[in-house]
């Protein structure tokens, strides 16, 4: 990496260890097989396999001017961040939400920036971009309105209407959410909502693209592991059989003792011999049941 890029930096601003990791680890320094002509500057080497490897010093060095030109935007609002990139949506909606910045993910529609009877119109002070080949639609018509753009440009990224290149890989999902999130926390330091002597605790996935099947299937197999690791009911097959107390049932009573626990099942019930003929019940007022009917008149 160039050191002379690097010691033109103030001190807070340059890069730490755990920051040079996580951007070979986000393989932010790969590029294409392409490369354009005014993004030879930014190349380092190319690989034996043909591939541009990108100078991250330069890289690292846009984004601390990136985020001093952010900075400098009184009302954050202001800022107008698009990504018609699926790998971007997730980021510029969380750069959005941290950072207090508008955000467009997905389709831009045609004339957001030019026709003021649009709908959706809107007048940004600045435009940041994820690539600007996809984004080409904003991309053009800020040129037609004046609006200062910082772009993510690859190797292979055309550079016309782009006023700050921050050259780095801008088709991989890793790289994206690293970027938006370099970007992000480096604001947020400028403009004293976070302090650089204690790392932010917002972590680098939550800028990562998660594909809507891939969070079904893991919320799935969550609920599922809780369902089988809650543990059943654990029976007492050492304990004296009878009902449970517990259940609302009759309380357990020993059956290995001899007779029953509420009296002799034998004995005759309140002194009564159920072995005795029961005597007839005698009808009331004593009338003879067998006796004939008397005769009507």
């Not at 010093?57 to 990139?85: G, H, Y």
């Not at 030019?114 to 940041?128: D, S």
């Not at 970007?183 to 403009?191: D, I, K, N, S, T």
Request: glycine fraction near 8%.
């Amino acid at each position: 990496m160039s050191a002379a890029s690097l010691a033109a930096l103030p001190a807070p601003l340059r890069p730490t260890d755990d920051d040079w990791a996580k951007m070979l680890a986000a393989h932010v320094h790969l590029g294409t097989k392409n490369l354009d002509n005014k993004m030879i500057p930014y190349i380092w080497k190319r690989r034996a396999d043909g591939l541009y490897v990108i100078n991250l010093a330069k890289t690292w060095e846009k984004l601390m001017l990136a985020a001093r030109i952010i900075v400098a935007i009184e009302n954050p609002a202001d800022v107008c961040v698009i990504s018609a990139r699926p790998y971007g949506q997730r980021a510029v909606l969380k750069f959005g939400q941290y950072t207090g910045a508008h955000y467009m993910a997905g389709r831009y529609t045609p004339g957001t920036f030019t026709n003021q009877v649009e709908k959706q119109f809107q007048e940004p002070r600045l435009l940041i971009i994820t690539d600007p080949r996809t984004d080409s639609q904003p991309l053009r018509e800020s040129s037609f309105v004046n609006i200062p753009t910082l772009a993510f440009c690859d190797t292979d990224s055309p550079l016309r209407h782009v006023d700050v290149a921050i050259p780095a890989n801008n088709k991989g999902k890793q790289s994206i959410g690293l970027l938006y999130w370099l970007l992000a926390r480096e604001v947020l330091r400028m403009r004293a909502v976070i302090s650089r002597q204690t790392p932010w605790d917002i972590m680098v996935d939550m800028f990562f693209y998660r594909d809507p099947e891939e969070a079904e299937k893991e919320a799935a197999e969550a609920e599922k592991d809780a369902i089988e690791g809650a543990a059943p009911v654990a029976a007492d097959f050492g304990a004296a059989p009878g009902y449970d107390a517990t259940l609302g049932g009759a309380p357990s009573a020993d059956w290995s003792q001899g007779g029953a626990v509420a009296g002799d099942w034998g004995a005759t019930q309140g002194g009564a011999d159920w072995g005795a003929a029961t005597d007839a019940a005698v009808p009331a007022g004593g009338a003879d049941w067998g006796a004939a009917a008397p005769t009507p008149h």
